[in-house]
């Protein structure tokens, strides 16, 4: 037991102390969150300008304006040009060979049938993007449908607008009848915790592979086995290692707190101000000022945001990290088990799928889990051992039965014990085994080796 | 007092024989060779007396007792194919390995600063491994094995990637371990260093003891009565006053003087030569000429060999 931890400390320690350790602790979430927001910024700022030539043929929803001499949109509140969206209106059909030669980049052809069907052709150079589009789309839709109120079934267009209803739904789960629910809000957040596990135990798996290979590669391993038990080796490193993994979350979990409480209380003095202009006296009294704890409850009651503080943090921080452990226990020994059967890093291939494939299916299940959360495949694939620790993430924040992650737990760690077990019957023949390439049916005999 | 016994070992790796019936006794405060070709199984013995692996039947005793895992703290270990973390510093590897031999940390840091200021190696102390001369991370080795104080060493080609001059150093501090009355197999190629240094030695030919015993007396078994006798007169004169008792292998001019190889048939003995060439020849010198260890090796084995063609 001493040496196992005198291991441990070794291999937690050479890595914790590495420089790429800390700058990646550090850095990663920041690094992470810049890439996020530059994937947005990028979608966002799209800078391509759209010049969209309407041709209406029938004059449905354009007109002659005399005075301008021009056509013109007969509700001009429709189609309003912003940032790079342009339009112009036609009566004059345009071949698409003209319209391949021409200035507008995007046509819309609406004639007579569209009132019915609402089809309309859209001719294009380069594919609108989804946004313009949808602007596009939505202008149309107002126009004809507003030619059909007031031209054919001559109603007042505003008593309709009145009568229009919209319908959405406030969502709310049986069994927590008090607030609104937010599941699929919640399964993203479930996602994240699940893409976190899916990497940490890539991560540092491979890492375990690769302290194996070194150690066999550079011959160090015999001596060490002369002092201690393959088994306690590979258990030491692999322990420490996930330790490293670890740390690395709980410090990020650290500074996601910190971020996140500046944040709010730079949030919550935002507001502060902004209500002390508006308000009369008295609530720059009760709210303004230093105090912004009144400000932080009033944003906890919003019901925008109070769904964030509703989830059981705690229990998610602490299945997360009973999960990485119970999944990192599973695939670190069967990375340590590849690393040992093995001469190098370029021979790992043909044992690295079988043992990726059921993490990468894991993760395609939970991404997949974010549209519908409460399907009986996820919960199956949240108990079943070599896919629930990063399933379970998306099943336990959206809502599973309490059984189901006791029952989860139980299966993860019998079969982290198996596979820790046979991982282990492979390693210590493994590491001293050199120049043979190893098949499947050699890793069964060693696992049934004696001694 | 026997520092280590094994008795009957048979090893098999699916299907393959290692060790078939393999018995070795080493006695306290000597150096025993352990000998054999390549893939004779030498490493596979060593490794089950190391407990890294478990012989199929047989028993290890240490010390009279059968062999525990705590034994592994008495056992000093250098692997032929030896290494070292090429990222760690050489004081912390040395620390790490000499705890995982269950040293406290302030002894290890103790008996670590006498070795490397012995050996003049303290400036190597916050060096990476992997800036070390492959004949420096040799000696560092050779301390990690012997910083326990281990009662029996177990050296594998312990001087391959040595210098002349820091080969010695080891033999030396064989010598002088030997000497505070550690036992010490050594498992080597070199069958002159096993002439200097061995006291006795084991032949392991195709996973079996083919060969055993004080090295004096496995000498004197391979003897083959061949004498070297340098004398001075004529060649002819010696050859003519041979019998058929006696025959002339070889026979050459060393300096001023000549040489023959002569061996003695049959039962006769050196007198009975000495008395037919004492009226022709002038005697300078006669020695018996024992075979070395390395024809013995080869000898032996390749007798052993020759019954399975």
Redesign the interface.
């Known amino acids: 037991m001493k040496k196992i931890i005198l291991i441990i400390k070794r291999e937690y320690l050479s890595r914790v102390k590495k420089k790429s350790f800390i700058i990646m602790t550090i850095l990663g979430p920041l690094l992470f969150a810049v890439l996020m927001f530059s994937a947005i910024a990028v979608t966002m700022s799209d800078t391509t300008e759209y010049d969209v030539l309407i041709v209406d043929q029938y004059g449905v929803i354009t007109e002659y304006n005399s005075d301008k001499s021009t056509i013109v949109p007969r509700f001009p509140d429709q189609f309003i040009e912003e940032g790079n969206l342009r339009y112009a209106f036609t009566k004059d059909p345009m071949t698409p060979e003209a319209f391949k030669e021409g200035f507008y980049n995007v046509m819309v052809e609406v004639d007579e049938i569209s009132i019915d069907d609402g089809k309309c052709n859209m001719y294009f150079k380069k594919y609108p993007a989804e946004m313009i589009q949808s602007k596009i789309r939505s202008s149309l839709q107002e126009s004809l449908e507003r030619f059909r109120v007031t031209d054919s079934l001559k109603l007042d267009y505003e008593v309709y607008k009145r009568a229009r209803v919209k319908v959405s739904f406030k969502e709310i789960n049986i069994d927590r009848l008090n607030e609104s629910d937010k599941t699929r809000e919640k399964a993203i957040i479930g996602f994240a915790f699940a893409l976190m596990i899916y990497l940490f135990i890539f991560l540092y798996g491979v890492q375990v592979m690769r302290g194996v290979i070194e150690e066999k590669t550079n011959r160090i391993v015999e001596v060490i086995v002369s002092s201690v038990k393959p088994f306690q080796l590979m258990m030491g490193k692999v322990i420490g290692i996930g330790m490293v993994g670890l740390t690395q979350f709980l410090i990020w979990v650290v500074l996601s707190g910190i971020v996140m409480t500046i944040g709010l209380s730079f949030f919550a003095s935002e507001m502060t101000s902004g209500a002390a202009v508006v308000e009369n006296a008295q609530v720059i009294q009760m709210t303004g000022g230093t105090d912004q704890a009144a400000m932080m409850q009033e944003l906890m009651n919003n019901e925008a945001i109070n769904w964030i503080f509703r989830i059981n943090w705690p229990l998610m921080i602490g299945l997360f990290i009973f999960y990485f452990i119970g999944g990192y226990m599973i695939y670190g020994s069967l990375f340590a088990a590849i690393g040992a059967a093995v001469d190098a890093e370029t021979d790992t291939q043909q044992f690295m799928l079988p043992v990726t494939l059921p993490l990468i299916f894991a993760y395609i299940v939970s991404a997949t889990m974010m549209s519908n959360p409460e399907s009986s495949v996820g919960t199956f694939f949240a108990v079943f051992p070599l896919t629930s620790p990063i399933t379970m993430m998306v099943k336990a924040i959206v809502g599973i039965n309490p059984w189901m992650i006791v029952l989860s737990m139980v299966i993860l760690v019998a079969t982290f014990i198996l596979f820790v077990w046979i991982a282990g019957r492979i390693y210590r023949v493994g590491i001293l085994m050199y120049g043979k390439k190893a098949s499947y049916r050699e890793l069964w005999k060693w696992i049934w080796y004696k001694g | 007092m026997i520092t280590l016994e094994a008795k009957h070992i048979h090893k098999s ?2 299907g393959h024989q290692a060790l078939k019936d393999v018995s070795i006794s080493v006695k306290q405060g000597t150096v025993f060779g352990l000998l054999g070709p390549n893939g004779a199984g030498k490493t596979t013995l060593i ?1 089950i007396i ?7 039947s047989g028993e290890v005793f240490f010390e009279g007792k059968p062999l525990a ?1 705590h034994h ?2 008495q ?1 000093g ?3 032929e ?8 510093k050489v004081g912390e590897q040395c620390m ?2 000499a ?3 269950g040293l406290s940390h302030q002894e290890a840091k103790r008996r670590l600063n006498d070795w490397f200021t012995r050996f003049d190696i303290m400036a190597w102390w916050d060096k990476k491994v992997e800036d070390l001369s492959k004949g420096m991370a040799q000696k560092i ?1 050779f301390v ?2 012997v910083l326990h104080e281990p009662k029996l060493l177990i050296l594998d080609e312990p001087f391959s990637g040595f210098d002349p001059i820091n080969a010695e150093l080891i033999r030396n501090e064989m010598l002088r371990m030997k000497s505070e009355g550690t036992t010490i197999i050594l498992s080597t190629h070199d069958m002159g260093s096993v002439e200097e240094l061995c006291d006795e030695i084991v032949l392991i030919n195709r996973a079996e003891v083919i060969l055993g015993g004080p090295v004096r007396e496995v000498r004197k078994q391979f003897r083959t009565h061949l004498f070297e006798l340098e004398y001075a007169g004529l060649a002819l004169d010696l050859t003519v006053s041979l019998w058929t008792n006696f025959e002339l292998v070889k026979s050459f001019q060393r300096g001023e003087n000549m040489v023959a190889h002569i061996r003695l048939l049959r039962d006769h003995t050196l007198n009975e030569l000495l008395s037919v060439l004492l009226p022709t020849v002038q005697i300078v010198s006669v020695r018996e000429m024992i075979p070395g260890m390395e024809e013995i090796f080869i000898e032996a084995v390749r007798t052993y060999n020759a019954q399975f063609k």
Do not use: A, C, H, V
């Not at chain 2, 190391?50 to 199929?56: A, E, K, R, S």
């Not at chain 2, 194919?81 to 760690?88: D, N, S, T, V």
């Open positions: 790796f699916s490794r190391n407990q890294i692996t478990g012989p199929d895992p592994t703290e056992i270990y250098l692997p194919e030896r290494g070292l973390y090429k990222k760690m790490y390995l705890q995982l031999k080795q990690t094995t």
